[in-house]
Each structure stands twice: as structure tokens, then as C-alpha cells.
């Protein structure tokens, strides 16, 4: 993961949620309703429906707007119809982007797409054609002034693969159903976990000037505000020097 800033990579996608919290609420709402659909109600017994919990907390939804979403998906009320889509291309500069999509209506969700990438200097790729340089990870990060021996030894037995300081935090790498037990371990521990998500990290990176760095931003971001998609995933290296405006 040479070059790969995971905490600068949230960290931007946090900011972009504090500015737009009523649709992050959407997004957060149809992945706590597919998670318990397709593996129940429990948090406990679903690993993704955990992480989806955690994200909601996370952005302060409310805790009856986060059972009734789990009650519509585990009863099968609700998002029955939802398919999940991942759409891969090319930002400026060679970027590859990963696009997780859930809609119910898939010609709607590639039009929308592929306007997002010819728009703003893009290539729509067909299946296969960056999925290779991802790999699904678990991320748990700390901020602040934490001991990275206490962090080690509370999460190592939990599934803790990988620890990584950057940019004054701690990046803990999981599997991806592992991360509930890790901030459990967290809790335990008496440390409180900044963020848990499960993304696409990139094995390589590309390194981008600034302009060229803020295009392929433009194109993430838009992405991004697009109602059916869910997450974008990208390998910009995201040090502050390559997405500087």
C-alpha cells in the first residue's frame, strides 16, 4: 500500500459528509436496509449490518430511524428491489475509480454514472478494468494521542492485521468481519475508535500534480452526490501535497 494515505483518504470523505448530513442519512439508511436484508436483524450474527451501525451512530442518526431501517430490511419490506452495482474507470491523470452503487434501477444509475465521468474528464471502464488493484479491507482509525503498544495489544486477538501511524493517527487494517471486533476491543480497552469502514484499498497509488490532482477530485466528489451511489473508492494519493486546490 506504498503511497496510500487511508486516514487522508477519510478524512475527505468525512468532511464531504459533515457538509451534506441529510444525504449521507440516505446512503446510511439503504446500506443498514440491505445488510439486515440479505444477513438478518442481528449486528451480532452480521458482520456488514455491524459496520453499517457503527457509520450510523457515527453521523448521529438517530437510534429509531436506525431500527426501523434494520426492521424494513430483516421483515423484507423494503429493498427487495435495490441491486448492488460496481461500476470501475479512469479519473484525469490514470486515477482508477471504483463505483459501489445500490439502486433500483440500473439504466438510471449507469446513465447517471457515465454523465459523471465524460463530464468531468473521465473513462467509464468496462468490468475488470481496476477491480484488480483493490483490495476489500477493514479500517479502524484512532486520532489523537494513543499508545500504539495498548492499541496492538487490545486488537491483535480481536483480528487486527496491521497497524499504521499517519498524519497523527492510528490506521488499524482488518478483514472486513473482523471490524466490529476490533472496536469492541477498542471499547474495551478504554480507546475510542475515530472511524470503522470497510473499503477498497489500493495496492498502488498515483501520484498527480495539483491541477490535475483537483480534476480527478471534481470527478470523485460528483460521483459521490450521484443518489445511487453508495461509495467511491479511488488510488489518488491523497497526501496533502497532491490534492492541494
Known amino acids: 500500500m506504498a503511497g496510500h494515505s487511508k486516514w487522508a483518504n477519510i478524512k475527505h470523505r468525512k468532511a464531504r459528509q459533515d457538509a451534506k448530513r441529510a444525504k ?5 439508511i439503504r446500506e443498514l436496509t440491505v445488510a439486515a436484508r440479505l444477513g438478518g436483524g442481528e449486528p451480532g450474527d452480521n458482520p456488514r449490518l455491524r459496520v ?10 438517530p437510534r429509531d430511524t436506525i431500527d426501523r431501517a434494520i ?3 430483516a421483515g423484507g419490506l423494503a429493498g427487495d428491489d435495490v441491486e448492488e452495482l460496481v461500476y470501475e474507470g479512469y479519473a484525469p491523470g490514470g486515477v482508477a475509480v471504483l463505483v459501489e452503487v445500490m ?3 440500473r439504466n438510471r444509475a449507469v446513465a447517471a454514472v457515465r454523465h459523471a465521468f465524460n463530464k468531468h474528464g473521465g473513462n467509464l471502464g468496462t468490468d475488470g478494468s481496476v477491480a484488480y488493484l483493490f483490495n476489500k479491507q477493514g479500517v479502524v482509525t484512532i486520532a489523537g494521542d494513543v499508545d500504539e503498544d495498548v492499541v496492538l495489544e487490545a486488537t491483535l486477538d480481536a483480528g487486527a492485521e496491521d497497524i499504521e501511524t499517519e498524519q497523527g493517527a492510528l490506521c488499524i487494517t482488518t478483514s472486513p468481519e473482523r471490524v466490529g471486533s476490533v472496536v469492541d476491543a477498542l471499547e474495551s480497552a478504554g480507546v475510542k475508535a475515530d472511524h470503522a ?3 477498497m484499498v489500493p495496492a498502488t497509488t498515483v501520484a498527480c500534480d495539483a491541477e490535475t490532482a483537483a480534476k480527478a477530485l471534481r470527478l ?3 460521483l459521490d452526490d450521484l443518489d445511487d451511489v453508495q461509495n467511491v473508492h479511488s488510488n489518488l494519493d491523497w497526501s496533502d501535497a497532491a490534492v492541494e486546490r
Open 52 to 61: 453499517a451501525l457503527d457509520s450510523a451512530l457515527g453521523v448521529n442518526m
Open 220 to 222: 470523485i466528489d460528483a
Open 197 to 199: 469502514d470497510v473499503a
Open 24 to 28: 449521507v442519512w440516505t446512503k446510511v
Open 71 to 73: 426492521a424494513r430490511g
Open 103 to 105: 439502486t433500483d434501477n
